[in-house]
């Protein structure tokens, strides 16, 4: 099995971890994303993003505008989850917890990574994204307190059958990704997490599965909407003008970025409807 490359937290470089760190302090969440963990595989490729992006990025601004552009789409519906589902699961007091707290680091942290990835992208690529007519306000805000640390993700290879015959499953409407010439399989990190509890991920993937046109259309959605509010970061990043990017040939990063267009928003979309089946029903 061909693994999509990435540096694991901790394996970050003290520079790496820099980045890690501001990521994560910047949209209140518990883990840095994948497709970071993979940019940190090209050497002084995450500075010149931090210092594209990552000014306004700490600012809270992209944050703010984001989170209300989730919030305004609304979330695809999903079978609520019942205490009888979660027990039978093997979820106890614990571990819905826990769960709780891995969505809320998801949901706080692909918005805002969308946003800064798909900024950085145009820049790298030298593409045009127009920003809005009327610009989303840029006034500081203070990032939400991250949740407690996180177990680290299960790995996918080291699962059995089972789970892994699970995951690969509900993943079969993201695209592959080109690592040097081969597809690889784009694996969400919040899928390894609830890896920790099989009986629970079946749960989650028996409820995606039903909803997957549902849940890629509200996906595609999502993307458009956030195209003027990337088109304003990269106005801003242009402006700081960070200088040439340090690689050689940026295509394959590119075709990689292109990939994570529809896992980023996919994710958002996703964590957003589990959230609410979870969502105790009160009345």
């Known amino acids: 099995?061909?693994?999509?490359?990435?540096?694991?937290?901790?394996?970050?470089?003290?520079?790496?971890?820099?980045?890690?760190?501001?990521?994560?302090?910047?949209?209140?969440?518990?883990?840095?994303a994948l497709i970071f963990r993979h940019m940190a595989t090209y050497p002084g490729l995450l500075d010149w993003i931090w210092a594209a992006v990552g000014p306004d990025v700490e600012a809270g601004w992209p944050g703010t505008a984001v989170w209300r552009i989730v919030a305004d789409q609304g979330a695809?519906?999903?079978?609520?989850?019942?205490?009888?589902?979660?027990?039978?699961?093997?979820?106890d007091a614990?571990?819905?917890?826990?769960?709780?707290?891995?969505?809320t680091s998801y949901n706080r942290m692909n918005p805002v990574n969308l946003i800064a990835v798909?900024?950085?992208?145009?820049?790298?690529?030298?593409?045009?994204?127009?920003?809005p007519t009327?610009?989303?306000?840029?006034?500081?805000?203070?990032?939400?307190?991250?949740?407690p640390d996180l177990p680290p993700p299960l790995k996918l290879a080291g699962l059995d059958d089972g789970p892994r015959e699970t995951i690969t499953h509900i993943c079969r409407t993201i695209p592959k990704?080109?690592?040097?010439?081969?597809?690889?399989?784009?694996?969400?990190?919040?899928?390894?997490?609830?890896?920790?509890?099989?009986?629970?991920?079946?749960?989650?993937?028996?409820?995606?599965?039903?909803?997957?046109?549902?849940?890629d259309a509200a996906t595609h959605a999502f993307a458009d909407a956030c195209k003027p509010l990337i088109g304003q970061l990269l106005a801003k990043a242009k402006a700081r003008n960070p200088g040439p990017v340090p690689m050689a040939d940026p295509t394959p990063l590119i075709r990689v970025m292109d990939t994570f267009a529809y896992v980023i928003p996919h994710m958002v979309v996703v964590g957003a409807a589990l959230?609410?089946?979870?969502?105790?029903?009160?009345g």
């Open 1 to 32: 099995m061909t693994t999509f490359p990435e540096v694991h937290f901790a394996d970050a470089d003290p520079a790496t971890l820099r980045v890690y760190r501001n990521l994560m302090t910047a949209a209140g969440s518990g883990s840095p």
């Open 76 to 91: 695809v519906p999903l079978p609520a989850f019942t205490e009888d589902d979660l027990a039978e699961a093997g979820l």
């Open 94 to 103: 614990e571990a819905r917890t826990t769960v709780g707290h891995m969505l």
């Open 118 to 131: 798909g900024a950085a992208r145009a820049l790298i690529a030298g593409d045009d994204m127009p920003p």
């Open 134 to 147: 009327q610009p989303f306000s840029e006034a500081a805000a203070t990032p939400p307190a991250p949740p």
């Open 177 to 215: 990704a080109e690592i040097a010439g081969t597809p690889v399989d784009v694996t969400p990190t919040m899928y390894l997490h609830f890896a920790h509890w099989p009986g629970f991920m079946d749960l989650v993937a028996g409820r995606l599965d039903t909803a997957l046109p549902e849940i």
């Open 275 to 282: 959230e609410a089946a979870l969502k105790p029903k009160t």
